[in-house]
Structure formats: C-alpha cells, structure tokens
T-cell receptor, first 114, second 114 residues
Framework: KAGVTQTPRYLIKTRGQQVTLSCSPISGHRSVSWYQQTPGQGLQFLFE???????NKGNFPGRFSGRQFSNSRSEMNVSTLELGDSALYLC?????????????FGPGTRLTVL | GNSVTQMEGPVTLSEEAFLTINCTYT??????LFWYVQYPGEGLQLLLKATKADDKGSNKGFEATYRKETTSFHLEKGSVQVSDSAVYFC?????????????FGTGTRLTVIP
C-alpha cells in the first residue's frame, strides 16, 4: 500500500505571495492532519480534516487554511507569506478521527520564504 | 491541557550502548502515546505506540511502557546501532474523538558512533 505523498517536496516563495501544498493520504484513510515543523517552535498542529470537514484547528492565523476533497486528498493554503512561515509542512493520515488511530506521515514539503 | 516533556538532547552513544530517552506527559482523559523517529530530510515514521495504561509498545528492539501512575512513556533500547542515529519524538493524542491531533515533545537527537 502506498504511503502518504506530498507535493511539491520543495518550494521557494517571496514574502506576500501565497502557496498551496497538496497531500494524498494512504488509500482508505479518511482523516488528514497538517503540522508545521520549525527549529524554534518544533512540531505544531495546524488542522485536521475528516470527510471534507475541518474537525479541529490549531492556534494559527487565518492566513493558514485547508480543504479536503471527496477522495480524501487535502490541500493547505498559506496566503500573504511571511518569513516566519518558512518551515517543513507535514501531512499525516489516519483511518478515522479517533484519538487512538495512528497517524502516518508523509515526507513533508519544505517551504522557504525569501 | 495536553503536553509532552521530553529529555533534552543531543544524546551521543557508542554502538551497543543502552539507550533511554525520557518522556512525561500531561493529559486530560485517556491519551494514546507514541514514539516517532525522523531521519535527516524525511518525515516522521511511527516507531511504536501504546493506547492504554501498562501497555508496552515495541519495534526494532525499541520498547516503551505506558505508565499512568508516573505519566511517563520512556523509550529504551538495549543495544543501539549507528543506523539508529535520528531525532526521536514522543507524542500523545488525547483520545477524544474529533480532537485527532498529536502533541509532540521537542525531540531528542541521537547520534551513535562506531
């Protein structure tokens, strides 16, 4: 079974631009979560989608948004990029939205904002 | 609230040495506990998990026991190898349906020297 895939793997943008990242979950998984990883803040939860609905959201500004499609694929969007948005963005999928389910992570998208 | 406190690194060990990485948690309800490993340039890989008190998770020689009385989930391995060099993250999921997000520790970088 194929794992979680994320595209693109690397992105370079400039301040003020917007960016869209994509995540394809493991086949059969309906929950997709997004995390931001930075050296200073570590791993922080952005949001979770299940059956095309946002179920849970972390403490990030409204510039960070996402969506999920009927095939469970998910995208996240960051508008008006800031230097501090430079990070590794990780997507994880799980079978359901239950807390005991294991989340499986993709390789991440490395975003650099100049 | 939910939080994870993890042993600060970095940790440097000689091959075949014994490894312990401490992890304690604060949580409401009945969390599930996880150890993830991150190799350079990659996403997170699940190493092991435990979903209830006194459960022992194990994989590839690594073990961790869910101790509710001490709110701990320490990672151990009897004999480390050079290939174990990576960053290790302790994490918890609150176990509440609809709140499917992981809380991570700060990560512990392990370097194993031959």
């Amino acid at each position: 079974k194929a794992g979680v895939t994320q595209t693109p793997r690397y992105l370079i943008k400039t301040r003020g631009q917007q960016v869209t990242l994509s995540c394809s979950p493991i086949s059969g998984h309906r929950s997709v979560s997004w995390y931001q990883q930075t050296p200073g803040q570590g791993l922080q939860f952005l949001f979770e989608y299940f059956s095309e609905t946002q179920r849970n959201k972390g403490n990030f500004p409204g510039r960070f948004s996402g969506r999920q499609f009927s095939n469970s694929r998910s995208e996240m969007n960051v508008s008006t990029l800031e230097l501090g948005d430079s990070a590794l963005y990780l997507c994880a999928s799980s079978l359901s939205s239950g807390g005991a389910d294991t989340q499986y992570f993709g390789p991440g998208t490395r975003l650099t904002v100049l | 609230g939910n939080s994870v406190t993890q042993m600060e690194g970095p940790v440097t060990l000689s091959e075949e040495a014994f490894l312990t990485i401490n992890c304690t948690y604060t949580a409401t309800g009945y969390p599930s506990l996880f150890w993830y490993v991150q190799y350079p340039g990659e996403g997170l890989q699940l190493l092991l998990k435990a979903t209830k008190a006194d459960d022992k998770g194990s994989n590839k020689g690594f073990e961790a026991t869910y101790r509710k009385e001490t709110t701990s989930f320490h990672l151990e391995k009897g004999s480390v190898q050079v290939s174990d060099s990576a960053v290790y993250f302790c994490a918890l999921n609150s176990g509440v349906t609809g709140a499917n997000n992981l809380f991570f520790g700060t990560g512990t970088r392990l370097t194993v020297i031959p």
